[in-house]
């Protein structure tokens, strides 16, 4: 089946650093992806669409210039979170959709910021 | 706009006991429909899935059938496993709105020895 990854599976930052994480399909091409924060126990909140050679698309209440999403080609997304601080503490999920509508999810980002 | 509910957890049975978790759903147009497992400290994994209305997704002893009459999607398991304890969450992706994906609040399942 289609495998999406994340890079890195784990990450720790000093407050006020940017940290990007890397969301590949491995085995497919994709021309959306989705990032998403997930929060404990709670269900998945759809941060932005990203589409390759445009700009992502944003949920309403997600700070554009707080979360960096760029989709340069068809198998890589990534998402930069600048100037991190501990409320952007969180899980972060990507998904690839391939040509029908199933999508596929990467393992997830834990970012711990200190 | 397009919702999911599903039931709260958590969901404790014992081991070979029978399973069901709730889901219905809103959506405009005719959406597809997904329950996806997430394991502790893992992502997403695509459990089943069904495109129309009648269509029965199965997986790994787990299936649902898409009701579009009663709007619903229930998570169905005749004899659950201690290794299906997960988080389940049932989602909708519509064809309007750009093939967004809508997820349910997700539901906790412990299952005992």
């Known amino acids: 089946g289609a495998v999406v990854s994340q890079h890195p599976s784990w990450v720790i930052c000093k407050s006020g650093t940017s940290v990007k994480i890397e969301c590949r399909s491995l085995?497919?091409?994709?021309?959306?992806m989705f990032w998403y924060r997930q929060f404990p126990k709670q269900s998945l909140m759809l941060m932005a669409t990203?589409?390759?050679?445009?700009?992502?698309?944003?949920e309403q209440g997600v700070e554009k210039d707080k979360f960096l999403i760029n989709h340069a080609s068809l198998t890589l997304s990534t998402l930069t979170v600048t100037s991190a601080h501990p409320e952007d503490s969180s899980f972060y999920i990507c998904?690839?959709?391939?040509?029908?509508?199933?999508?596929?999810f990467g393992p997830g980002t834990r970012l711990l910021v200190l | 706009g397009d919702s999911v509910t599903q039931m709260e957890g958590p969901v404790t049975l014992s081991e070979e006991a029978f399973l069901t978790i709730n889901c219905t759903y809103t959506?405009?147009?005719?959406?597809?429909l997904f329950w996806y497992v997430q394991y502790p400290g893992e992502g997403l994994q695509l459990l089943l899935k069904?495109?129309?209305?009648?269509d029965k997704g199965s997986n790994k002893g787990f299936e649902a059938t898409y009701r579009k009459e009663t709007t619903s999607f229930h998570l169905e398991k005749g004899s659950v496993q201690v290794s299906d304890s997960a988080v389940y969450f049932c989602?909708?992706?519509?064809?309007?709105?750009?093939?967004?994906?809508?997820f349910g609040a997700g539901t906790r399942l412990f299952v005992k020895a």
């Open positions: 989602a909708l992706t519509s064809n309007t709105g750009g093939f967004k994906t809508i």
């Open positions: 990203s589409n390759e050679g445009s700009k992502a698309t944003y």
């Open positions: 069904a495109t129309k209305a009648d």
């Open positions: 085995d497919f091409q994709a021309t959306t």
């Open positions: 998904s690839a959709r391939d040509e029908g509508e199933t999508q596929y």
């Open positions: 959506a405009t147009g005719y959406p597809s």
